[in-house]
């Protein structure tokens, strides 16, 4: 039976790359090929060579044409998600400089917070470009670099995000997405363009910068012929200009323009984000208020510390991630590398209420509490930015849909059930963000509109678990702990 077309979505995020072999017709999952990346530093540093990611996509692509079995003649397009936010310094080769300074890298704290005073405070920010600069943005990381690193920041030819880094590398474009643009501290929401000023500010040119594609889904070049032969797959088929990993996995959900709009979502990665889609331009110093990949608006709540936060605390007790029992008495704030919701970069790890009978099931349950209330209490800030009431029925009624990695997890899933008393809905297919990309490629193909695309694939469908009654105790108890400790936990 001959083949039908076939496109890649690729998920560069912090632990790994995945990509997904998908069908362009029905949206099928044919395979998922995968790498791990290695992140480096210690004392808030958070790093990765370019390059790792780059191999890392060769290796994904090679596994996903290998467990697929698609030849690789059928496949007609490919778009990159990435991590948010982090710096990638390039030489006027396209050479990394210096590893990349990631999205939870936290040494750029006191960068941000000059770069916040000399615009005239958070809300001048806000007003212009969605966001204040805390430390994961990437204007903050760019003055860490000029003032830590000059060597590398006067060698600069060229600044990338770590998706549009990999575009370039797939169709030799240097082309970005106005929802990835708008997590740098250097775009404007409100324009749609880069801010002149703003630039100026940070002593960046513009032609340093990558252009900014009309939407995530634009075809922004072809498949270069070295690229074709480093993955194995046809040349000159369509690279689209892809987008942020959240806003990815807001098209594979089909939230945006053609889609579901104000509905929440909570991503239960390395980072904890909550966020929607919506038509409102977000403007509160409480969120990031990004662009969406397709025209919308993505207002977005992120914690630095999740999956990878609890896991550790598992590792620490010598539990497995599902041997747990709910906290009791017992919070832990699980700020093993920062904090950058609430703005705590240089908070640490926090246990109270420990008693002799406290038990390791116990401790773990409590690091899950205390990641899950610290992202969910961004979540009616999320819902107040779409112009909603969060305390109307209609509106606290409305599912949460779940993904990231923690969503495969029992216990994230009943932790999350029960401290936000909504609905939630897993998706069945856990790789939303590459299968975001994937509809982002098959939109470069075809000039479809990508949230439709994925609509008609249902890539975001999956059980809707019903509510359960609301642990207002742990949330109240958490809530409590963390407000009272807030300025403490800082360094
Ligand atoms: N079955 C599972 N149960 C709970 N957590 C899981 C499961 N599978 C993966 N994870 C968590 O998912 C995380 C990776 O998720 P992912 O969304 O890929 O992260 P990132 O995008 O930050 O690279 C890991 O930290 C791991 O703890
Ligand atoms: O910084 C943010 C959002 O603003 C993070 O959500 C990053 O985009 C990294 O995501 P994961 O690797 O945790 O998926």
Redesign the pocket.
């Known amino acids: 039976m001959p083949h039908s077309q076939v496109v890649i979505g690729v998920d560069s ?3 790994s790359t995945k990509a997904a072999f998908t069908d362009a017709a029905t949206g099928r999952l044919l395979a998922v090929g995968r790498a791990p990346h290695r992140v480096t530093g210690e004392a808030g540093a958070r790093e990765t060579d370019p390059e790792v990611w780059w191999q890392a996509l060769c290796e994904a692509v090679a596994m996903g044409l290998k467990e697929s079995g698609v030849p690789a003649s059928a496949v007609t397009g490919l778009a990159v998600a990435g ?3 982090g710096l990638v310094v390039l030489d006027a080769a396209g050479k990394p400089l210096r590893p990349a300074l990631l ?2 890298d936290t040494r750029s704290a006191p960068q941000a917070a000059a770069l916040t005073e000399a615009l005239g405070g958070p809300d001048a920010w806000t007003a212009r470009t969605g966001s204040v600069p805390v430390a ?1 943005m990437t204007a903050a990381k760019w003055q860490w670099l000029r003032e830590n690193d000059p060597a590398s920041a006067e060698a600069t030819a060229a600044v990338r995000l770590p998706h549009d880094f990999l575009t370039e590398r797939l169709a030799g474009t240097a082309a970005t997405d106005p929802g990835d643009a708008s ?1 740098t501290c250097w775009y404007s929401t409100q324009t749609g363009a880069y801010d002149p000023q703003l630039l100026a500010l940070v002593g960046l040119d513009e032609s340093m910068l990558p252009t900014v594609a009309p939407t995530g889904a634009v075809r922004v070049g072809s498949l270069t012929a070295s690229a074709a032969e480093q993955l194995g797959l046809p040349a000159g088929i369509a690279v689209a200009a892809g987008t ?3 806003m990815s996995a807001a098209v594979g959900l089909g939230l945006g323009g053609a889609g579901l709009l104000d509905h929440p979502v909570l ?1 239960l ?3 904890g ?1 909550v966020f929607a889609a919506t038509r409102t331009r977000p403007a509160s110093a409480a969120l ?1 208020g990004f662009a969406a990949a397709d025209g919308t608006f993505l207002p ?1 709540g ?1 914690t630095l510390n ?1 999956t990878l936060a609890v896991d550790k605390v598992a590792e620490l007790l010598r539990l497995d991630r599902e041997d747990v029992a709910p906290g009791g008495e017992a919070v832990l704030l699980p700020y093993l590398d920062g904090e950058r919701t609430p703005d705590l970069p240089t908070a640490s790890g926090l246990l109270t209420g420990l008693r002799h009978d406290t038990t390791p099931q116990q401790l773990l349950g409590a690091a899950y509490e205390g990641a899950a209330v610290t992202v969910l209490r961004a979540l009616d800030e999320v819902l107040r930015a779409c112009g909603l009431d969060p305390a109307d029925p209609a509106v606290a009624g409305r599912p949460l849909r779940l993904v ?1 990695g923690g969503a495969q997890g029992r216990t994230w899933v009943e932790t999350v059930r029960r401290l936000s008393g909504r609905p939630v809905i897993v998706p069945e297919s856990g790789e939303l ?1 590459a299968l975001g990309a994937a509809a982002l490629a098959a939109s470069a193909a075809t000039d479809e509109d990508p949230v439709a695309i994925a609509a008609s694939w249902k890539t975001g469908d999956g059980p809707e678990l019903p509510p359960v009654a609301r642990d207002m105790e742990t949330w109240e108890r958490v809530g409590s702990v963390l407000d009272r400790a807030a300025p403490s936990l800082l360094s």
Do not use: M, R
């Open positions: 995020s912090t632990q991590q948010q936010h999205w939870n994961s997590g942020g990993d959240n991503s990665g390395t980072s984000t990031s977005l992120c999740c990231g963000v």
